[in-house]
């Protein structure tokens, strides 16, 4: 730290115990000054000869009181008025970056100028600070905390606006030229490289300053960003690592995502600030570090602009987040979900329309009108950015499907928002539906003890809980809309096995899966034209909606209904031949899926005779016609099997097959 030395004389001033002060002089005081309280016993020559202030004061005082003088309210109070006036009488006087801006206050006050005399200390003030403490780095900032202290005199006397440059000016030095002493950490990197001779023989990094400045107030690290930004010499990942530092130092808890208990309108304040401060340059911040700004100012309940911003910023680079960091729990009056799902999907849609860049061309037609043509172009998004986005959307609804109070409307809408994105498999949508399903919102129950309750049966990482009632609130309809939402024929083999026997699952779901299941087998037999055998022939005849035939047909809500226990259990044991297909060959697994959709043909039968008995026990009921469509309603297996046995290996039927 640098410092200046005034005068050459001893210190004299004494005190004695009273808040009285004097010269330790053989002259008699003739003057008494009072400031905040303290008294100052004095002489009029030395001090009248330099200070404008006191000669006014004088001279328009009271003849009878002419040897005292009140100056209350003098910047830097006693402390600073005894250092104007060890100048006046030439004693020593030492400067430093702590008390130089409470003495030029006083002395302005003080009308300590040139005009009064040359060499005054206003003079000497300046110059020091020009010449040495605003070319060192640490004393220009802690120069710059003191002039809060003294606002906003220290405003007006331009003191902030020159520490705030000359700290600008030397963070934006290139870094060859910075030596380790102005960085905060040299003492730790000499402990890591046990001297300080290797410390001098490292490179200094670009952010070498970004620590220090987190000492700073709010009001005076936006101005100084402001001002390193308006340079245009660092870049946009600089500033955002300075920021990010910032809130990390400032905001306890911040780093874990959540506001520990303090002054929460200082809090705002600085998270609105670095908000406003972001660099417009994409990836300058990290995802990571955007979400907890948005968890921030969601929880502090800051303005709809901030949160717009940053939804947006965080649109650009969605890829980069993590399922953690998107659990943003909601501070919305009324509102029992626990996470804020609307939200995310704001982040989710702005991602999205990325991929729908449009471009609007404004030309004159032939009668001078002028007429917008938009002219699409291709989407910026890369297939890696959709895919990480899909898997990450997956894998949030799956932790935000065990929450209770979660309605279905909201969960179909967020899966909804990325279906336009092809997955390559589905096992996570279907992880996350399933999740869903067997989350209870009527038991009071602990996510944690339900989660960890005894499994009957695990699969390759899929485990189903028996005798839990489903989610609160869904409807027949949610369910159907949720379940169409997943593509059976994207499913994994483990999934394929965890579905079929899902007892939540609509039975239109689970004989979908039992059919791609038997299409993959026999796809993957070897054989180039594989034909459909003759149980699914017969089950896509029974599952025809609303046939004129005479096969029986199976009504809406059957392929809807939920398959009993009963049900599920006899499946298991047909089910678990379709897992040996690639051991036991075609021909065994056929005989398998056959007996299977038997199995499951025969259950559908058997519900629909025990409808039947059910409307003649209540007399005068109204005739099934098998679900009141129409021939060209949708089938479960609406597949020609002309299509399927044309279709090539390499294809696996994907293009030929279409399920409702």
């Not at 944690?448 to 049966?457: E, H, T, V």
């Amino acid at each position: 730290m640098k410092f200046m030395k005034i005068g050459s004389k001893p210190d004299s001033i004494k005190t004695d115990g009273n808040n009285v002060r004097y010269v330790e002089n053989e002259l008699a005081s003739d003057i008494t000054i009072n400031v905040d309280g303290s008294r100052f016993c004095l002489h009029k020559f030395p001090l009248l000869s330099k200070s404008a202030c006191l000669q006014k004061l004088l001279s328009s005082t009271d003849k009878n009181n002419a040897d005292e003088v009140d100056i209350s309210g003098i910047p830097g109070g006693p402390t600073a008025f005894e250092t104007c006036a060890k100048f006046c009488y030439g004693m020593t006087v030492t400067l430093s970056a702590y008390n130089v801006v409470a003495t030029r206050c006083a002395a302005e006050y003080l009308g300590m100028h040139e005009t009064a005399e040359k060499g005054n200390l206003i003079y000497k003030i300046d110059v020091f600070l020009n010449s040495s403490l605003f070319r060192s780095w640490k004393d220009s900032i802690i120069v710059l905390q003191t002039t809060k202290t003294f606002s906003p005199l220290s405003e007006d006397l331009k003191l902030v606006s020159l520490c705030i440059d000359a700290i600008a000016s030397k963070a934006c030095v290139n870094v060859s030229h910075v030596e380790w002493s102005y960085t905060y950490n040299r003492k730790k990197l000499a402990e890591e490289n046990n001297g300080a001779d290797q410390v001098r023989a490292r490179e200094v990094p670009h952010d070498w300053w970004v620590e220090d400045l987190c000492e700073l107030e709010i009001e005076f690290y936006k101005r100084v960003i402001m001002n390193i930004k308006s340079k245009g010499v660092l870049g946009g990942e600089v500033i955002g690592e300075a920021l990010k530092a910032y809130g990390y130092r400032r905001l306890s808890g911040f780093n874990k995502g959540v506001m520990e208990q303090g002054d929460l309108v200082k809090h705002k304040t600085v998270i609105e600030t670095l908000v406003w401060l972001l660099p417009s340059e994409k990836d300058s911040v990290s995802c990571g570090f955007l979400l907890k700004l948005l968890k921030a100012v969601t929880m502090l309940n800051s303005g709809e602009t901030v949160k717009e911003q940053l939804v947006r910023r965080i649109g650009q680079q969605l890829e980069q987040a993590s399922v953690a960091e998107l659990l943003i729990k909601s501070h919305q009056e009324n509102e029992t979900s626990l996470y804020d799902v609307d939200l995310v999907k704001k982040i989710v849609v702005e991602f999205m329309a990325r991929d729908q860049n449009s471009e609007i061309e404004v030309e004159d037609d032939e009668e001078g009108f002028e007429v917008q043509e938009v002219k699409k172009f291709p989407g910026i998004l890369s297939e890696a950015s959709k895919l990480m986005v899909v898997k990450l959307i997956d894998g949030y609804l799956t932790e935000i499907a065990k929450d209770p109070n979660l309605p279905a409307s909201k969960f179909i809408d967020l899966a909804e928002s990325v279906s336009s994105i092809s997955r390559p498999a589905h096992d996570g949508l279907y992880r996350a539906i399933d999740m869903y399903l067997k989350v209870p919102g009527s038991i009071k129950k602990s996510l944690s003890q339900m989660l960890f309750l005894k499994p009957d049966y695990c699969l390759g990482g899929w485990t189903r809980f028996d005798h839990e009632p489903e989610h609160a609130g869904i409807t027949k309809g949610e369910k159907k809309r949720m379940c169409k939402l997943m593509d059976c024929r994207k499913l994994s083999v483990e999934a394929c096995m965890h579905a079929v026997q899902n007892d939540r699952l609509p039975l239109r779901v689970v004989v979908q899966v039992l059919f791609f299941e038997q299409v993959r087998a026999s796809a993957s037999s070897g054989s180039s034209t594989p034909d459909l055998p003759k149980g699914i022939r017969e089950l896509r005849s029974c599952g025809t909606y609303g046939s004129s035939r005479s096969v029986p047909t199976v009504m809406e809500d059957e392929w809807d209904a939920v398959a009993t226990e009963e049900e599920m259990r006899a499946l298991k044991s047909e089910i678990a031949a379709l897992k040996l297909q690639e051991e036991s060959g075609r021909k065994s697994t056929d005989r398998a899926a056959v007996t299977a959709i038997s199995r499951v043909k025969s259950l559908i039968m058997s519900r629909k005779m025990f409808g039947k008995k059910l409307q003649g026990k209540g007399g005068g009921g109204e005739k099934n016609n098998g679900g009141g469509g129409s021939d060209s309603s949708e089938s479960l297996g609406s597949v020609t099997e002309e299509a399927a046995k044309t279709a090539t290996p390499s294809r696996n039927l994907t293009r030929k097959v279409s399920v409702s």
